[in-house]
């Protein structure tokens, strides 16, 4: 028995979902055709870079979340974005947890796009919420949560089978905080 595609089976999309994602939850309140005008320049500013739709089935990078962020969510949306672990490629997990919790849990509107990888793929997803014992999700593929007990920082080993990387973690939040 087959089952159905889902979105990331044949499009790597998951970057772009994010940052919609990401913004909507912080943004002023847009319509369904707003937010498809914002999919649309981003993928029409990533065509324009490369020539090509390549990153429609092999997904975005780092850079290119960056670009997305800073060419259309930041402008576009009154958001601000700012990545705390930029120049760290091995941050200690409770640091990672830590500073999450204490952004989500500031008075203003926020959320936090993660990278997360497995041994099989990589993910842009978004950090709605936090607690002791796992991250809650606004995701485009569906997922809910992570437990805490499952992410690394280091090295995916069978115990800790999710990567999660403080270089590819952004903090956005409104310009202007809405009462």
């Known amino acids: 028995m087959i089952t159905p595609y889902q979105q990331g089976n044949l499009d790597g999309l998951c970057g772009a979902y994010a940052t919609i994602n990401a913004a909507r939850l912080i943004s002023k309140k847009l319509s369904i055709e707003e937010w498809q005008v914002v999919l649309l320049k981003i993928l029409r500013q990533q065509i324009k870079q490369r020539r090509s739709v390549h990153f429609a089935i092999h997904g975005l ?82 997922r809910k949560f992570i437990n805490r007990n499952n992410l690394t920082t280091t090295e995916i080993i069978p115990q800790k089978p999710i990567l999660i990387s403080g270089t590819s973690t952004f903090f956005l939040e409104r310009k202007f905080s809405q009462k």
């Open 61 to 142: 990078g780092l850079s290119k979340v960056s670009k997305i962020l800073q060419r259309i969510i930041s402008p576009e949306l009154d958001i601000i974005y700012s990545r705390p672990f930029r120049r760290r490629v091995k941050v200690p997990l409770p640091e990672l947890w830590d500073s999450i919790d204490d952004f989500l849990n500031a008075e203003n509107r926020r959320s936090v796009i993660i990278g997360i990888e497995t041994k099989d793929y990589g993910h842009w997803t978004v950090v709605e919420s936090i607690s002791d014992k796992r991250l809650n999700l606004f995701d485009s593929g569906g």
